[in-house]
C-alpha cells in the first residue's frame, strides 16, 4: 500500500540533545514538507522540498534542519537550539508543489524534558 | 505567512449550514482544504486552483476568489461526522503550502 509514514509516533528526549524524526513516502512524490502543530496555532510550516538535494525555509525554519538525499525520504532534525521543542510534527508529500493534494503522515509526538 | 480563517470555532446542530472563510496576503496559486478529527492526520477535502472554480465533496463545497485572495468551504446541512478541525491551505508562486490556525467545527445531535 502506497502512503507516508512518520516513525516513531511519541518520542522523548532530554533538553539539549539533538532528535531526528523519520518521514518516508512510497507515494513516488516529488515534493514533502514538514509541519509542526500547536494547539490553536494550527500547522505551521517549516521546511518543504520540491526535488532531492534542495529544500526552503519555511515559516519557523530556526533550531531545525533537514535533508532530501532520496526522493523518498525527508528526515528532520530538532536541534538543541529550538527552544521549545515539544510539539507535535507533521510531514506531508505532494506530487507537485501547490497544485496537487497532500498526503499526512500520522505524526510524531515530541516531548522533551 | 499564515493564511487567515474565520471564524475560530463553530458550533451546529445536525442539518445547519456554515461557512469557514480563509483569506491570503499573497497572490494566490492555489487553495487546499483539509479536516482533521482529534489525534488524526489530516485528511484532504478539496483543492481549487486559480481561475475561480467552485468544487464539490458531498455537502461540503468550496469557493476560490483569486483576485481577492480568498475562499470559503461551505458545510451543508451538517452531520455529525463533520466535527473537526478544518484548515485551508494556500500556495503561492514560491510554492510553500502553508496552513492557517484551523477553524473547529462541533456538530451536535
Known amino acids: 500500500d502506497g502512503g507516508i509514514t512518520q516513525s516513531p509516533k511519541y518520542l522523548f528526549r532530554k533538553e539539549g540533545q539533538n532528535v531526528t524524526l523519520s518521514c518516508e513516502q512510497n507515494?513516488?512524490?516529488?515534493?514533502m514538507y514538514w509541519y509542526r502543530q500547536d494547539p490553536g496555532q494550527g500547522l505551521r510550516l517549516i521546511y518543504y522540498?520540491?526535488?532531492?538535494?534542495?529544500?526552503q525555509k519555511g515559516d519557523i525554519a530556526e533550531g531545525y534542519s533537514v535533508s532530501r538525499e532520496k526522493k523518498e525520504s525527508f528526515p528532520l532534525t530538532v536541534t538543541s537550539a529550538q527552544k521549545n521543542p515539544t510539539a507535535f510534527y507533521l510531514c506531508?508529500?505532494?506530487?507537485?508543489?501547490?497544485?496537487?493534494?497532500?498526503?499526512f503522515g500520522q505524526g510524531t509526538r515530541l516531548t522533551v524534558v | 505567512q499564515q493564511p487567515v480563517q474565520s471564524p475560530q470555532a463553530v458550533i451546529l446542530r445536525e442539518g445547519e449550514d456554515a461557512v469557514i472563510n480563509c483569506s491570503s496576503s499573497?497572490?494566490?496559486?492555489?487553495v487546499h482544504w483539509y479536516r482533521q478529527k482529534h489525534g488524526e492526520a489530516p485528511v484532504f477535502l478539496m483543492i481549487?486552483?486559480?481561475?475561480?472554480e467552485q468544487k464539490g465533496h458531498e455537502k461540503i463545497s468550496a469557493s476560490f476568489n483569486e483576485k481577492k485572495q480568498q475562499s470559503s468551504l461551505y458545510l451543508t446541512a451538517s452531520q455529525l461526522s463533520y466535527s473537526g478541525t478544518y484548515f485551508c491551505?494556500?500556495?503561492?508562486?514560491?510554492?510553500?503550502?502553508?496552513f492557517g490556525a484551523g477553524t473547529t467545527v462541533t456538530v451536535r445531535a
Open positions: 491551505g494556500t500556495a503561492s508562486n514560491d510554492y510553500k503550502l502553508s
Open positions: 499573497k497572490a494566490l496559486y492555489s
Open positions: 522540498s520540491q526535488i532531492v538535494n534542495d529544500f
Open positions: 506531508a508529500s505532494s506530487g507537485y508543489t501547490g497544485n496537487t493534494e497532500a498526503f
Open positions: 481549487l486552483l486559480k481561475g475561480g
Open positions: 507515494l513516488n512524490h516529488d515534493a
